[in-house]
């Protein structure tokens, strides 16, 4: 939906409709297919023959595999649908920041073809694998969504990590201490209370910013560690005695069910689901989705026009802060079952790279984050298999944001080829396409 | 009140006040490059990615010097590659933000990450070490300046010595840097042009001033500033690289110029104010004994003294603001706007 729009505006509009929906047909026609070989590629571990296709069947919580996947499939369509052509750039940056990666990888690795190798099939090569995979991008989906609900009202919010670690600690403290209830009732509360956890703590920076015009970058940046230390003061006073690392008790209440043997994909899909489609909602249907997106264009406008700007941005940082601590009750139910000490592992900073990979739109996030975090569950096979530091993956990461957010980086290169400006440059280009995009 | 008399007299010993030199050093030197960076509109968020990157080269740089050549001689080697490496860090960003348009903001979150993830990666292949965050080289030193004429000093001559007389040369270059910054700001043409862009990039690059080559300029030399912080750490106060060594001092320095008002002198009385809250943070429990404190209360500290600081600062500015705006307002009402002379309906 972006540079084409500029040669179909003569189209009528209904054959651009029944275009579109043909397309999309099409995209998701395409994605079961491939949630199908999925499946079947992790479940049988590597296609071979026919027979591959009855030995995955076969395996255990088939049918909810191809759910995953579909769900998978599903989420890059999606996104093709939310970004268009600017498909085609994020594919452009990452891979090449794949390759500027791989270069490096040549001046420090013996084996830099078996490395690369590791991380770029190893994700999918077993089942607890693909579940890593899995797990982890909801997590990463949940950051992402928290990252862009203040990126699109022009704040840079890093606090995230902060609230994550209070919003498992509240759900967690909900799991151990509140008495026995059914799992209907007890989850909910543990969100609840991971939820409210958020909001407060992204509540802090967000009044620091509206009233007083404290940085905020600055002050999440501090109340991070902060909420760190918290976390492990009360890890530390509720810790069983015995123990000689600083872990909880296990939780036993309040766990989200796991879906598949062997790994720990649960039902938190569920919530991934549901916080995507609210978070959009938010974002493109509700009084406040509207402020911060005007906020985030103008904010002189924004306050000349009558939004309570203060408001907004205390709601918008809060609001954010909720989806942080839902990442944090997911981790804690979901993923670790217990607390434990560094527990999010500086998922914070790489939701950034998935909302600016989704350009800040909710519905293309859980792409990005099922991209990424390909990238970090490759990693650590990397490591293992080709004794390459894991830490290479971070920097690819920042290559990513580097060669993302250049916007005159094509300009820049045209300008290196031929001397005369072009009349018009990728980011007015970028501009209009988007003026074309925002239109209903 | 035993209690307060030791909090009082552990902080105003003379062994406190040379700690919180030492621990102020890794402040102030980053606390510089983000007044200097920020004076000239380009704040640079890079630093701690900068300081890491110089920590590590630095100590690396030395080490493998040491084997060659006289590890006196092998520090300073680590120096010189370690300052040409964070102002190329540096000089990343800043071509980044002015040749490529990228967002400030985002290039210095990269560059923090690439800073991070680069020192243990090469660190990694380099050492195999796979356990920790320690390279398990041989330390190199900066060395330590030691002034012992001024224990000859009469009455205050121990004392004396005990807070000045062997700290790191790093210590002294940190306080130096002071004064060259100042005089660079306020002493120098390029000073002057600095914060002219810093006021207003279009005036300025209305009078002739090539606005780029000075934001240029200036993230250079906060990458200079960060890079010798980055050095102190690994060769200086601890003995040899480790991960994410700088703990968000880069962080912590994005606010001292702010809460100094903007000037060289009041940075670094700002970073002196965080070196006693840092030096509080390890003391804290001896000064106290017998108290049952929990280990994260002191280390808290610095984080919780940088958001109060930012609130005092940021409600200091807000009410300046406001009464600006209501003098202004006052200031109208008396000398009423001519009236339109145009024809009335």
Redesign the interface.
Known sequence: MTATDLTTLNTPPSTRRSRALLWMLLGIVLALIFSVVLTVHVAAGGITDAASISKAIAAPAFTNMLGMNVLVGLAAVLFVNQTGWGTLRVILTVGAALLIGFILMLL??HDPLKAYNALLTGPLSRTNRWGSWVEDAMALTLVGLSITLVFRAQL?S?GAEGQIALGAMAAALVALYVPPLPLGIHIPLAVLAGCAAGFLWGMIPGI?RAY????E???T???N??AA??Y??IL?RIKPKSAGFTVSEPLTAALLPRIIDGTRVTTGIFFVIAAVIITWLIIQRTPLGYEIRTIGANIKFARYGGIDTKRTIVLAMSVSGVMAGLTGVYLALGIHQKLILGLSGGLA?EG?VVA?LARNKPLAVPAMALLYSYLRVGGPIMQTDA???L?????I???I??LF?????I??IQARRTKPKPPISE?DAAHIAEGAAAQP | MTLLQNVLSGIFSAAFLGAMLRVTTPILLPSLGALISDRAGVIN?GLEGIMLSAAFTGATVGAYAATAVDPSIAAWVGFGAAIVVAVLVALLLAF?HL?????L???G???N??G???T???G??LT?GRGGGSLGLAGVQMPIVDLPFLKAIPAIGDGLYTILGSQNIMTWISFLSVAVIWFLLYRMPIGKHLRAVGENPDAAASVGIDVRRVRYLALAISGVLAGLGGIHLSMGYLNGFTRDMTA?RG??A??AP?LGGGTPFGTMIAALLFGAFAGLETRLPSLLPGVDI????P??IP??A??IA??I???Q??RALTARARRFEQQRKQEPAPTPSGPSD
């Open positions: 420090i690795s840079f890093l620091l007083l015009n404290a940085n970058l600055v002050s940046l501090m109340l560690p902060i230390l918290i492990s003061f530390d900073f950034i600016l004794s390459v530091s830490e290479i993956i971070r920097v990461q920042s290559i944001i580097l957010t250049a916007d005159g980086l300009v820049f980011q | 968020i980044f040749q490529l348009n990228g967002d903001i985002l290039g979150i990269a560059i990450i690439l991070s993830a680069a243990i990666a090469i990694y292949q195999g968000g962080f912590i994005l606010v702010a929990p280990s994260q209360l280390q808290i984080y919780a940088t958001i930012l609130v600062y940021s409600y500015r807000t």
